[in-house]
């Protein structure tokens, strides 16, 4: 099969042919609908603590058609079922993947597209497991089918806060991960969905998925706690951290509040530094999110189908083989895009 293969950090993915995924007894092999491009394999990419081995196939964010089914399996799956799968291949026996956790399994976690063993969807097969893999409604398109996964992130960042309807959020970046928590702050009934970024296009499409107020990123912390204050009449309850970069939990608690919570949703891989007074002074809850629960993605599918959630916005390219390299590499600084969808089978 075609595939896009990570060799050397700094070099461009190179388009290659590999041998097709062998799927297991209680495995399943889905041929690729579309695979949406992440931030994560963006960074990784660059090397640091998070470069995967030489022969990575990237992409845990897909969605495609049952091609292959293991033998264990005949009866609940058919050939040509639309699915998509948490991006893990767990045991689903011990109590992690049992309760719908297969992130946490005990036994044997794998994660697909993050080493050569078991590669990613930026390639026409990919192999996935049972007990991670949901059925993809017919109300639900392949646009929406491909961004279960970034949207089940945004959910779970919300799910583990303390979040109440009636909330004063922030949310810090408006890049695909906070778009998706904007969305389900509004779904939830945010009473206010303040947001900071620094891209204009961005800012856009953070407004149309339900932001109430955005403030530009470069705004100084006092002024935007001034700003804050006066359009919403409090400062906020929970702070929601997309962005993941060094300094921005620093930032996040000058801004906080007095017993709020800051959830850390952004990835960063690098050594940060704050001061712990601060928080001290404030009490505040500092909560990381990894992830999420199988729930998460039945969830975003369910109310997808039921048309109580559309984020299709978010896809703002959809491209082949041909030009992946380059929109990969362009993607490590352009921010007018938001989700690019690659489409191995077109
Ligand atoms: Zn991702
Ligand atoms: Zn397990």
């Excluded at 060799?7 to 993915?13: E, N, Q, S, W, Y």
């Excluded at 058919?78 to 689903?92: E, Q, R």
């Excluded at 390299?325 to 993607?331: A, G």
Aim: aromatic content about 8%; overall charge negative.
């Amino acid at each position: 099969m075609k595939a896009a293969v990570f060799h050397t950090p700094g070099k461009p993915l190179s388009i290659e042919n590999v041998s097709d995924p062998i799927c297991g007894d209680n495995e399943m092999i889905m041929k690729v609908k579309q695979c949406g491009i992440c931030g994560t394999d963006l960074h990784a990419s660059d090397g640091g603590s998070m470069e995967p081995p030489k022969g990575t196939i990237f992409g845990h964010e897909f969605s495609g058609e049952v091609v292959e089914i293991g033998k264990n399996l005949k009866s609940s799956w058919k050939i040509g079922d639309p699915a998509v799968s948490l991006p893990f291949i767990s045991c689903g026996r011990c109590k992690p993947c049992v309760n719908g956790n297969p992130f946490f399994c005990e036994t044997s976690m794998q994660s697909i597209g993050m080493s050569p063993e078991v590669q990613g969807g930026y390639a026409e097969f990919v192999r996935i497991g049972l007990p991670e893999s949901l059925k993809v409604p017919k109300g639900v398109n392949w646009n929406f089918a491909s961004l279960v996964e970034p949207l089940a992130v945004g959910l779970h960042g919300v799910r583990i806060s303390k979040f109440k309807q009636c909330h004063r959020t922030l949310v810090i970046g408006a890049g695909p991960i906070g778009l998706a928590t904007i969305q389900w702050l509004r779904f939830f009934g945010a009473r206010h969905i303040v947001v900071t970024e620094i891209s204009e296009e961005r800012k856009k499409m953070a407004e149309e998925m339900g932001a109430t107020l955005i403030i530009d990123g470069k705004t100084p912390t006092e002024e935007l706690v001034a700003i804050y204050n006066k359009e919403t009449g409090g400062s906020p309850d929970i702070i929601y951290e997309c962005v993941g970069s060094p300094n921005v939990i620093q930032n996040c608690m000058e801004i906080a509040a007095p017993f709020s919570e800051i959830i850390l949703i952004g990835v960063c891989d690098k050594p940060d530094t704050f001061m712990p007074f601060m928080g001290t002074m404030k009490e505040l809850t500092l909560k990381f999110a990894i992830a999420y629960l199988k729930d998460d993605f039945q969830f975003t599918i369910d109310m997808m189908e039921q048309g109580r959630i559309d984020p299709s916005k978010m896809i703002t390219n959809q491209i082949g083989f041909d030009t992946l390299p380059e929109t990969f590499e362009s993607l490590k600084t352009a921010k007018d895009q938001c989700k690019v969808m690659i489409c191995p089978n077109r």
